[in-house]
C-alpha cells in the first residue's frame, strides 16, 4: 500500500507491554496454543456445543493483565503498528463519512494491540483466537504475532493482507453501530437451527465492508499493483473450509461460521465492485 504512516493513531491503545500474562507467554507464533490450536479448538466447539476455549488460559481475566503505562517501544514491530495506524484511522474516515449517507452517526473503535492475553468486556482476549471484536466496548483487539501466522502458516503475505484483517474487524464494529449483530444474535436465539448460518452472512458481511473501504483507498491512490490479490489471499486463507481441511483433514459445512475461502474472496470482491453499502446484503436469500 501507498498510505502513509504519520505516528500512532489517537484510536490506538497498546498493551503489548502489560504484565500479569502468566502461563499464555508465547501466545500464536511464540510456542503457546496458536491459530492452529485455536481452530480446534473451535472445531470441538461447534461439534459438542461446549466452550473448550474455557480450558484453556483460565477464567473470565478480568484484571488478569493491566495495560502498560507508555506504549512499547518494539523497533521491530514499530513499522506494522504505524501501518495499522495509518489503516485504522483510514477506515474510519471512510465510515465516518458513509454513515450520514444512511442518517446515522459513527462512533470511533479503538484498536488495542496486546501480547498474548488482554482483559476485555467480552472476557479474557487470547492471543489464541486471532484478531477479534468485542461490541460490548466497541473495540478491535490484535495480537501482532498473528500476522506472522497470516504468513507463514497460511501463505497470506502482505501488507494489503494486515489491512484487510483490520477493516474486517472494523466492518464488526460498524455492524454493532448500526444494531446488525443485535439483530443477529437475537434471530440465532429464535432458531439454533440457523445460528451457524446466521454467523456466516455477518462474517461475510464484513468481508463486504472492508472491500467497500478496499475500493475507496483504490480511488485515493494507495493501492500498489497486486494489493487486491493480497486481500483476496488472506480472504481465501482464513476461510473455514480451507481452516477446517487443514486442521482436521476433513470439510463440514454444517459448521462453519465465518463462510467458505469462495465466499469471502466474493463478497470481498463485491463491496470492492460497490459504491454502496446496501451491495453488502448478506443476509438476502
Not at 490506538?12 to 496454543?33: K, P, Q
Not at 484453556?56 to 503505562?69: D, L, M, R
Request: proline share 3%; aromatic share 8%; with cysteine.
Amino acid at each position: 500500500m501507498r498510505i502513509n504512516p504519520r505516528g500512532r493513531s489517537s484510536d490506538l491503545e497498546d498493551r503489548r507491554g502489560a504484565s500479569g500474562g502468566g502461563g499464555m507467554r508465547g501466545g500464536m507464533g511464540r510456542g503457546g496454543l496458536g491459530l492452529g490450536g485455536f481452530v480446534i479448538l473451535l472445531i470441538l466447539s461447534a461439534v459438542f456445543g461446549q466452550d473448550f476455549f474455557s480450558l484453556v488460559g483460565g477464567g473470565s481475566g478480568a484484571g488478569a493483565t493491566t495495560a502498560a503505562e507508555a506504549p512499547v517501544q518494539d523497533a521491530s514491530e514499530e513499522e506494522t503498528v504505524q501501518f495499522l495506524s495509518a489503516v485504522l484511522d483510514s477506515t474510519q474516515n471512510f465510515w465516518a463519512e458513509q454513515f450520514p449517507k444512511i442518517g446515522a452517526r459513527y462512533q470511533r473503535s479503538t484498536l488495542v494491540l496486546f501480547r498474548d492475553v488482554t482483559p476485555t468486556a467480552c472476557g479474557t482476549g487470547q492471543a489464541a483466537s486471532g484478531p477479534f471484536y468485542c461490541p460490548s466496548d466497541g473495540k478491535v483487539y490484535i495480537d501482532l504475532s498473528f500476522y506472522e501466522e497470516l504468513e507463514r502458516r497460511f501463505g497470506a503475505p502482505g501488507d494489503f493482507a494486515q489491512a484487510y484483517v483490520l477493516a474486517h474487524e472494523i466492518g464488526h464494529h460498524v455492524q454493532n453501530l448500526l444494531g446488525i449483530s443485535d439483530q443477529v444474535r437475537a434471530a440465532q436465539s429464535r432458531n439454533r437451527d440457523a445460528a451457524n448460518q446466521l454467523s456466516v452472512a455477518l462474517e461475510l458481511q464484513a468481508d463486504c465492508y472492508a472491500g467497500l473501504w478496499g475500493a475507496t483507498a483504490a480511488r485515493q491512490g494507495l493501492l500498489s499493483e497486486g494489493d487486491v490479490e493480497e486481500g483476496l489471499g488472506a480472504a481465501a486463507a482464513v476461510g473455514d473450509d480451507r481452516i477446517q481441511k487443514q486442521a482436521t483433514g476433513r470439510v463440514s459445512p454444517e459448521s462453519w461460521t465465518h463462510g467458505s475461502s469462495e465466499q469471502r474472496m466474493q463478497w470481498f470482491t463485491r463491496g470492492f465492485q460497490s459504491t454502496s453499502i446496501e451491495a453488502c446484503d448478506t443476509f438476502k436469500g
